[in-house]
């Protein structure tokens, strides 16, 4: 099986920084790409970003300039690194990896538990 343990998250006044780590760790043979979700109540879940192997990203509208993602390949960890934090940012923040796993090397995706981060003043 695989585990996804999520850290960093807590409450932030605006304009503050936050930053968030999840290290995979189980029978993995590869992570093609890992990422964050987030959830605010009363919403559906989004895309905040995501970063494959090779360092292709993409970020939501909402969160360029503001948000970084990036990996360690070698701990199966990804970080998401969180800047001027606005309100509209509060939410429950997952992360989420595509494993490859098994002696076919099928793909299964994964959640961690989730963190909450909340920017309020």
């Known amino acids: 099986q695989v585990q996804l343990v999520e850290s960093g998250g807590g409450l932030v006044q605006p304009g503050g920084s936050l930053r968030l780590s999840c290290a995979a760790s189980?029978?993995?043979?590869?992570?093609?790409?890992m990422g964050w979700y987030r959830q605010a109540p009363g919403k559906q879940r989004e895309l905040v970003a995501i970063?494959?192997?090779?360092?292709?990203?993409n970020y939501a509208d909402s969160v360029k300039g503001r948000f970084t993602i990036s990996r360690d390949n070698a701990k199966n960890t990804v970080y998401l690194q969180m800047n001027s934090l606005k309100p509209e940012d509060t939410a429950v923040y997952y992360c989420?990896?595509?494993?490859?796993?098994?002696?076919?090397?099928?793909?299964?995706?994964?959640w961690g538990q989730g963190t909450q981060v909340t920017a309020s003043s």
């Open positions: 989420n990896a595509r494993v490859r796993r098994g002696f076919f090397a099928a793909e299964y995706d994964y």
């Open positions: 189980g029978s993995i043979l590869s992570i093609p790409t």
């Open positions: 970063m494959s192997s090779d360092g292709t990203t």
